[in-house]
């Protein structure tokens, strides 16, 4: 028997724990300035720069190991439409653990591309 079956009712199990610490998710809508790939041996995915409708001329930074979400940014990229994204906010690149970048970063897990600039 495993210690989580081991607690007597009322505990918070694993599960119940990782619920609770999940940063909120984030949605924010912008432009796509920027959409740069990456394939390294710790992350392979993109990493994007947003400027934000609001407020206005804000940039954040996004990225995600998606293959799908990567092609809407570079569709929003490539066309600069109005783009729309959810994501937790995190403070290091994924594949580098000491390194910031200079603006908000988001790791997104939805975005919707508008057909309108």
């Given amino acids: 028997m495993g210690d989580q079956e081991?607690?007597?009712?009322?505990f918070l199990r694993d599960a119940h724990i990782?619920?609770?610490w999940e940063p909120p998710q984030v949605a924010f809508a912008g432009h796509v300035r920027l959409v740069e790939?990456?394939?390294?041996t710790t992350f392979?995915?993109?990493?994007?720069?947003v400027v934000l409708?609001?407020?206005p001329g804000k940039e954040i930074s996004v990225v995600t190991s998606e293959q799908r979400l990567q092609?809407?940014?570079e569709t929003a990229l490539a066309t600069g439409n109005l783009m729309h994204c959810y994501g937790?906010?995190?403070?290091?690149?994924?594949w580098a653990e000491n390194t910031a970048v200079q603006n908000d970063l988001y790791?997104?897990?939805?975005?919707?591309?508008?057909?309108?600039?």
Avoid: D, E, K
Wanted: aromatic share 8%; glycine share 10%.
């Fill in 6 to 10: 081991r607690l007597p009712g009322g």
């Fill in 37 to 40: 790939g990456v394939v390294l």
């Fill in 53 to 55: 409708s609001n407020p």
């Fill in 18 to 20: 990782a619920a609770l």
């Fill in 71 to 73: 092609s809407l940014l």
């Fill in 88 to 94: 937790h906010q995190i403070f290091h690149v994924p």
């Fill in 107 to 117: 790791r997104i897990n939805i975005v919707t591309l508008y057909n309108q600039p």
């Fill in 44 to 49: 392979v995915g993109c990493f994007a720069v």
